[in-house]
């Protein structure tokens, strides 16, 4: 996959709700291939605002045989990209953007199955993707629970309801709204441990449950997780991606790694880009871009995948991993953005 930037036009920008738009851009005939995508993946984008450089990763909310290129962008309080999509962005603007990456996705073989989707809020942009590919392209079945404080505030609410109304006979949607009454007690509240157990008996206990697909902020995920688990749903069954800039501060390892002067070489396009880093300092990525680096990145809080990289000698520790697959991390790949030398050398490639 390449981590390079190309310069896209951008097609088109609805209101969908107060606040969010959604985006299209135009992809030349050159690079469709470069940005050919599996439901769920995301781009990442990178312009200058207010004379700083600013990257940000959205999901693309169209499905591969759209031939689209849209991603949803809801306003945030602070948000300096997505006030400025909200609020400035207009059709005709450049954008820098990578291609598509990303681990949630759905895959040509789930098409068949019966797949259950948890959003909440703009959770639903990587969700709506899969759900349209499997409804439209596969045989299986639909099971959407999605989250909102109300009725206003449901992104893609009326092609929601277009889509249900189209495949009625493969298609379920319940909404629960936090601030509104829906008319049904189990639609009321938020998605927690105890709202989840409560759908699971009322939708899903008497159905099968093939994969689960969860999109939204930290605790939503983990109670649904939890939730799902203790139904006796396997952990290899839900994928998730995390939405949201809550993310839990703690460190997934509580190690203390010993202070080591390492010689740290890493390889992109070819290059060869090569610094002292002691094993307590910056991260692997950080550390380079003062060196002078160009490394793909986003997010720099282990969340998305865009800083992924593969150690080809010496070893790693991570801070966090919310994005790699443990498959990934047993082929030795990492999330630079937390990643701390523990040898004393390490040579990373991002060309693998």
Same mark, same amino acid.
């Given at each position: 996959?390449?981590?390079?930037?190309?310069?896209?036009?951008?097609?088109?920008?609805?209101?969908?709700?107060?606040?969010? +738009?959604?985006?299209?851009?135009?992809?030349?005939?050159?690079?469709?291939?470069?940005?050919?995508?599996?439901?769920?993946?995301?781009?990442?984008?990178?312009?200058?605002?207010?004379?700083?450089? +600013?990257?940000?990763?959205? =999901?693309?909310?169209?499905?591969?045989?759209?031939?689209? &290129?849209?991603?949803?962008?809801?306003?945030?309080?602070?948000?300096?990209? =997505?006030?400025?999509?909200?609020?400035?962005?207009?059709?005709?603007?450049?954008?820098?953007?990578?291609?598509?990456?990303?681990?949630?996705?759905?895959?040509?073989?789930?098409?068949?199955?019966?797949?259950?989707?948890?959003?909440?809020? =703009? *959770?639903?942009?990587?969700?709506?993707?899969?759900?349209?590919?499997?409804?439209?392209?596969?045989?299986?079945?639909?099971?959407?629970?999605? *989250?909102?404080?109300?009725?206003?505030?449901?992104?893609?609410?009326?092609?929601?309801?277009? &889509?249900?109304?189209?495949?009625?006979?493969?298609?379920?949607?319940?909404?629960?709204?936090?601030?509104?009454?829906?008319?049904?007690?189990?639609?009321?509240?938020?998605?927690?441990?105890?709202?989840?157990?409560?759908?699971?008996?009322?939708?899903?206990?008497?159905?099968?449950?093939?994969?689960?697909?969860?999109?939204?902020?930290?605790?939503?995920?983990?109670?649904?997780?939890? =939730?799902?688990?203790?139904?006796?749903?396997?952990?290899?069954?839900?994928?998730?991606?995390?939405?949201?800039?809550?993310?839990?501060?703690?460190?997934?390892?509580?190690?203390?790694?010993?202070?080591?002067?390492?010689?740290?070489?890493?390889?992109?396009?070819?290059?060869?880009?090569?610094?002292?880093?002691?094993?307590?300092?910056?991260?692997?990525?950080?550390?380079?871009?003062?060196?002078?680096?160009?490394?793909?990145?986003?997010?720099?809080?282990?969340?998305?995948?865009?800083?992924?990289?593969?150690?080809?000698?010496?070893?790693?520790?991570?801070?966090?991993?919310?994005?790699?697959?443990?498959?990934?991390?047993?082929?030795?790949?990492?999330?630079?953005?937390?990643?701390?030398?523990?040898?004393?050398?390490?040579?990373?490639?991002?060309?693998?």
């Amino acid at each position: 996959m390449s981590s390079h930037f190309h310069s896209l036009k951008i097609k088109d920008i609805r209101k969908e709700t107060k606040d969010c +738009v959604s985006v299209s851009f135009e992809i030349p005939n050159e690079l469709h291939a470069a940005y050919s995508f599996l439901p769920g993946q995301y781009l990442t984008f990178k312009t200058i605002l207010n004379n700083s450089e +600013v990257r940000r990763s959205y =999901s693309l909310c169209s499905a591969p045989s759209e031939n689209e &290129w849209r991603v949803a962008i809801k306003q945030v309080e602070n948000g300096v990209f =997505s006030t400025f999509a909200n609020n400035v962005l207009k059709i005709g603007d450049v954008l820098e953007v990578m291609p598509p990456m990303g681990n949630f996705k759905l895959t040509a073989e789930d098409n068949s199955k019966s797949i259950v989707l948890f959003a909440a809020g =703009s *959770g639903i942009t990587p969700v709506f993707s899969i759900l349209k590919t499997v409804l439209q392209d596969g045989t299986g079945d639909v099971t959407l629970f999605y *989250g909102n404080k109300g009725f206003y505030g449901v992104i893609f609410r009326e092609e929601l309801e277009a &889509w249900k109304n189209k495949y009625m006979d493969r298609l379920r949607i319940v909404h629960v709204f936090s601030r509104e009454s829906p008319g049904s007690k189990i639609q009321k509240g938020r998605i927690n441990k105890e709202k989840c157990n409560d759908l699971y008996d009322a939708f899903l206990a008497k159905t099968t449950v093939d994969e689960v697909f969860i999109c939204g902020p930290e605790q939503m995920i983990l109670d649904v997780k939890s =939730s799902l688990t203790e139904k006796g749903i396997a952990s290899s069954k839900i994928h998730f991606e995390l939405f949201g800039t809550n993310l839990s501060k703690e460190k997934s390892t509580q190690e203390i790694r010993p202070s080591l002067s390492t010689k740290v070489e890493i390889i992109l396009d070819e290059d060869l880009i090569d610094f002292e880093l002691d094993s307590n300092g910056p991260t692997i990525l950080d550390a380079a871009q003062q060196a002078g680096a160009d490394l793909p990145f986003a997010c720099k809080g282990g969340v998305c995948c865009t800083c992924k990289a593969r150690v080809l000698e010496g070893t790693v520790s991570m801070d966090v991993n919310y994005a790699l697959t443990h498959e990934e991390v047993e082929q030795g790949y990492v999330l630079t953005c937390q990643a701390h030398p523990t040898s004393a050398f390490v040579r990373v490639s991002f060309d693998d």
